[in-house]
């Protein structure tokens, strides 16, 4: 094997059911009920629109290649739909279609020149694909003071310090695992250092529409033009991670090269992107008010469930919960319980997650390096998507809850392994604080 394989591991959230399984087979708690609570694995839990899949249908006849760069029909309406939604040039040269953002942040990573710098906690995606590229990556940490965002100061301090090097500067927003949202503000200073620097952006803005309220989002393409690459999909917003279809809108600056740069590793690597998924993906780009009524929808069902559920875990003394603006995840801080996990034998953030999971309620969630976060940095994402999306769109449009009591009793109804794992969280944090957690170094 090369070595570069061996410097990547299985992603956390999707190894998650194997550990889960192996747990069972050995927990020997007496009152396992071999179940587990699914905060890891963060994927939209609603169908996707139906028009979407009705036209992957109507175009399964269409096998022939295409374009590497994607479809001119389907770059046509992807520029017109970053116009319409987030003010940018609509320009279908500036578009590339991809195998998903993962996929084209690999083909970003591979061609642009320069270290990568990620803000801390962050997305498990990013660093796996630097460590397998061998390109240096940067964690930068932020902190809660400033709502766990990267500042223009931190970005300034950190490229000063390496003046004449160049750097990519990965922003994602809404973020994954805090939820939060740069305002236009921020992200306008942190432009200006990108510009001072000659740093690029690769924004990854997949959860850009799931915003709960649209009007906190701002895109770093329509702030920064000139330097960023604008990356979103079908995943999360329209909930067809499983087409694997991500797009890229190019910065303004040597659009063209890196287009044709693209355009020859995906020629190289892939051809191009499945044709009937490109076409079908039209009719989501397109202005479409079923699509629109569906973003509409979503995001307030996120916004319920993510409210209800990162207050439940507020409610737990102890922890620091960001309260999620975007997106379906929050960060949970635990490094206020910091002496007594340590003194239950859990020295450090993987521990933790480790020890969340052979808790006899097995709560699954992502930590420690997953997060990129240092080991003594005692952080959990949690992914508040396990429900049943469908019944539970059906019943928000039948029964809109009116209100906030109202709101909680529809999370209770529609997510009750949500409330119930919240609940297990608790349990855990208890026996932590009186220290009566037993845990099997084993297990850790
Ligand atoms: C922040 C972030 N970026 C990118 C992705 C991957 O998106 P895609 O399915 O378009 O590859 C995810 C998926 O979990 C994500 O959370």
Known sequence: MEDNIGRIDMPENLSIGLMVAKQRKKCRSLDCRCNYYGFAFGQSPFPAPPSLVNELKLAAGKTGYVDAQGIYELRSAVSGFNARHFGLKPDPEKIVIGPGTKGLLFLLFSIIKGGIIIPTPSWIGYSPQASFLNKQ?????TFPENNYKLTAKQLEDFLSSRKGRQHMLVLNNPNNPTGQIYTKDELTSIAGVCRKYNT??????????????ITDFTSMGKVFPEGTFVLNGLSKDRSA????????????TDCKTIAESLQKLAATIYTNITTPVQLAAVSAYRENEEVERYFATTRQIHRIMGATISEKFSSIEGLKVTMPSGGFYFYVDFNNLKTSLKECGINNSNQLGKALLSHPRHIATVTGDSLLLDPDNFGVRIAYVDYDGKKAYDAYLNNRPLGRQDEIRYVKKHAPMMIEGAEAVSDFVNSIKSGSLIINQEDL
């Open 241 to 252: 991670g499983g087409y694997r279809l991500g797009v890229c809108h190019l910065p303004d």
């Open 137 to 141: 990556y940067f964690p930068l940490a």
């Open 200 to 213: 690029l952006v690769l924004a990854d803005e997949i959860y850009a529409l799931t915003s709960f309220d």
